[in-house]
């Protein structure tokens, strides 16, 4: 394994990662999976439930070194993160819990931040008076407030209602169109993907591989109703095709 | 209020039963204040607190502090928790006068026996607490804090330190009272001053108006020092949950 940052772009190249489970025999995850995303580009990965998407989320953060191939992020390497649980910090602040990630960031950006995620109201709130749909926001504005070089995003839009999911998600579409971060998305909702990526990565069932890359040329808010339908329904015919095989 | 009644009704009890006793094995509390009086204006009453405090306050940060740190590396590392475990218990059913005596007899009769073994009596509480604190810190937070390369100092204020506070604070509470009360002891055996040795001094003419006119104090001053340094304190860093949904 290896892991770095310099790299102009982020370049996934993983042979292999194998899950052992406490007494049994160890199951390959993720085999040959490669997917490269260019500075500034939003690239989502779509898969069914447990295909390792997030093991695979896990090891380009950084958590997980137990595998081989190698990880290159793009610039610096920072990271901002949304986890799909928020993990805040529930004995500080909302805006503190900006601060502490994004020393660096001045009081003018933190509020910048939680105005455009609609947070203003509860800077100092803390994170359990919140609901699970304004913790998100939270942890969101805490992985921008890093000016990251890479943000990843893990479901972001997991367990909210219709209303309170469309809300969230056009905000990412806004935010990521708007700062330009090079962005990596998880979810199992191809229509998500589809409403948020420049590039789509369709990963084959477990061991799991990039079975079609799906390149988006009109992305978010200059997607248009029809050009989604048609991409949901080629999306779906490789996916058919990945399971067949 | 009710606190008040309480304590009204235990004042009562004492003089009651001073009543029928003969003054030298139970005197009341009026004999007992003028005591207390007498020996505050000689300025006796508070030197020999002043020094007992003292040594609490010593012994208690010592066995507060080195027991955190031991206790956290247990709970955090499984081969320091199974190194030091035999130790620990052994530590734990040690008997306070075998540490007392023993402590005097190796390191002579000096302030630096008495504080040590005050604080080797404490210690073993303090790791136990404080390595279940450790056990049950949040791994999600240290992934969160991991991604976002939180500095070590911030890792410490904001994800380590309230996680664990719930944990001192207990070993505080018990530690306190636990603490004083050994060193009341290690006073009567090894020192020639201070409110344990005053009792040790009282108990050899048979004085109970002395015994009491140090032992009420003190009790008070410590009582004191939970009521508006440690509950306040507890208050402040658990303000989080009040607001929680």
């Given at each position: 394994?290896?892991?770095?940052?310099?790299?102009?772009?982020?370049?996934?190249?993983?042979?292999?990662?194998?899950?052992?489970p406490?007494?049994?025999?160890?199951?390959?995850?993720?085999?040959?999976?490669?997917?490269?995303?260019?500075?500034?580009?939003?690239?989502?990965?779509?898969g069914?439930?447990?295909?390792?998407?997030?093991?695979?989320?896990?090891i380009?953060?950084?958590?997980?070194h137990?595998?081989?191939?190698?990880?290159a992020?793009?610039?610096?390497?920072?990271?901002?993160?949304v986890?799909?649980?928020?993990?805040?910090?529930?004995?500080?602040?909302?805006?503190?819990?900006?601060?502490?990630?994004?020393?660096?960031?001045?009081?003018?950006?933190?509020?910048?931040?939680?105005?455009?995620?609609?947070?203003?109201?509860?800077?100092?709130h803390?994170?359990?008076?919140?609901?699970?749909?304004?913790?998100?926001?939270?942890?969101l504005?805490?992985?921008l407030?890093?000016k990251?070089?890479l943000?990843?995003?893990?479901?972001?839009?997991?367990?909210?209602?219709?209303?309170?999911?469309?809300?969230?998600?056009?905000?990412?579409?806004?935010?990521?169109?708007?700062?330009?971060?090079?962005?990596?998305?998880?979810?199992?909702?191809?229509r998500?993907?589809?409403a948020?990526a420049?590039?789509i990565?369709?990963?084959?069932?477990r061991?799991?591989?990039?079975?079609?890359?799906?390149?988006?040329?009109?992305?978010?808010?200059?997607?248009?109703?029809?050009?989604?339908?048609?991409?949901?329904?080629?999306?779906?015919?490789?996916?058919d095709?990945?399971?067949?095989? | 209020?009710?606190?008040?009644?309480?304590?009204?009704?235990?004042?009562?009890?004492?003089?009651?039963?001073?009543?029928?006793?003969?003054?030298?094995?139970l005197?009341?509390?009026a004999?007992?204040?003028?005591?207390?009086?007498?020996?505050?204006?000689?300025?006796?009453?508070?030197?020999?607190?002043?020094i007992t405090?003292?040594?609490?306050?010593?012994?208690?940060?010592?066995?507060m502090?080195?027991?955190?740190?031991i206790?956290?590396?247990?709970?955090?590392n499984?081969l320091?928790?199974?190194?030091?475990?035999?130790?620990?218990?052994?530590l734990?059913?040690?008997?306070a006068?075998?540490?007392?005596?023993?402590?005097?007899?190796?390191?002579?009769?000096?302030?630096?026996?008495?504080?040590?073994?005050?604080a080797?009596?404490?210690l073993?509480?303090?790791?136990?607490?404080?390595?279940?604190?450790?056990?049950?810190l949040?791994?999600?937070?240290?992934?969160?804090?991991?991604?976002?390369?939180?500095?070590?100092?911030?890792?410490?204020?904001?994800?380590?330190?309230?996680?664990?506070?719930?944990?001192?604070?207990?070993?505080?509470?018990s530690?306190?009272?636990?603490v004083?009360?050994?060193?009341?002891v290690?006073?009567?055996?090894?020192?020639?001053?201070?409110?344990?040795?005053e009792?040790?001094?009282?108990?050899?003419?048979?004085?109970?108006?002395?015994?009491?006119?140090y032992?009420?104090?003190?009790?008070?001053?410590m009582?004191?020092?939970?009521?508006?340094?440690?509950?306040?304190?507890?208050?402040?860093?658990?303000?989080?949950?009040?607001?929680?949904?």
């Amino acid at each position: 394994m290896s892991r770095a940052g310099d790299a102009a772009r982020l370049e996934v190249a993983i042979a292999s990662k194998d899950y052992v489970p406490a007494n049994g025999r160890a199951q390959r995850v993720l085999d040959d999976l490669r997917l490269t995303l260019t500075r500034g580009e939003a690239g989502a990965v779509v898969g069914p439930s447990g295909c390792g998407k997030t093991t695979l989320l896990r090891i380009i953060a950084g958590l997980d070194h137990d595998f081989s191939g190698s990880v290159a992020l793009p610039d610096h390497g920072r990271l901002g993160m949304v986890f799909q649980e928020p993990r805040l910090l529930p004995w500080r602040s909302v805006e503190d819990n900006l601060r502490i990630v994004a020393p660096l960031a001045s009081a003018d950006e933190i509020d910048a931040l939680l105005g455009a995620l609609g947070l203003a109201e509860h800077a100092k709130h803390f994170p359990g008076e919140l609901s699970l749909g304004l913790a998100r926001r939270v942890a969101l504005a805490r992985a921008l407030a890093v000016k990251p070089d890479l943000l990843l995003l893990d479901e972001p839009l997991v367990s909210l209602d219709a209303t309170l999911a469309a809300g969230l998600r056009e905000k990412i579409a806004a935010l990521i169109d708007e700062k330009r971060v090079t962005t990596l998305i998880v979810t199992h909702d191809l229509r998500e993907a589809i409403a948020l990526a420049d590039r789509i990565f369709l990963l084959s069932p477990r061991p799991a591989h990039v079975a079609a890359t799906l390149d988006i040329a009109t992305p978010r808010a200059r997607m248009t109703g029809e050009a989604a339908a048609a991409l949901e329904q080629r999306a779906r015919a490789l996916i058919d095709a990945a399971r067949a095989r | 209020m009710t606190r008040l009644w309480s304590f009204a009704a235990l004042l009562l009890t004492w003089q009651g039963f001073a009543w029928f006793a003969e003054p030298r094995r139970l005197p009341g509390p009026a004999l007992v204040f003028e005591t207390m009086l007498e020996e505050a204006r000689s300025g006796a009453l508070f030197s020999n607190m002043a020094i007992t405090l003292a040594r609490v306050a010593a012994a208690f940060l010592l066995a507060m502090s080195l027991g955190s740190a031991i206790g956290y590396a247990m709970g955090r590392n499984k081969l320091a928790d199974r190194v030091l475990d035999p130790w620990l218990v052994a530590l734990l059913n040690l008997p306070a006068l075998v540490v007392i005596v023993l402590a005097y007899v190796w390191a002579g009769l000096n302030e630096a026996a008495a504080i040590g073994a005050a604080a080797l009596n404490k210690l073993p509480n303090a790791v136990v607490v404080a390595r279940e604190g450790a056990r049950a810190l949040d791994r999600n937070l240290d992934e969160m804090a991991q991604v976002f390369g939180l500095s070590a100092k911030a890792r410490f204020r904001h994800v380590l330190l309230p996680q664990l506070a719930p944990y001192l604070a207990a070993a505080t509470r018990s530690g306190l009272s636990l603490v004083w009360k050994i060193v009341l002891v290690v006073e009567l055996l090894g020192r020639s001053n201070g409110v344990g040795f005053e009792i040790g001094l009282a108990f050899q003419l048979f004085d109970v108006r002395l015994l009491l006119a140090y032992a009420i104090p003190f009790v008070a001053l410590m009582l004191g020092v939970e009521t508006f340094l440690v509950q306040p304190l507890e208050r402040h860093v658990s303000r989080w949950r009040r607001g929680a949904a």
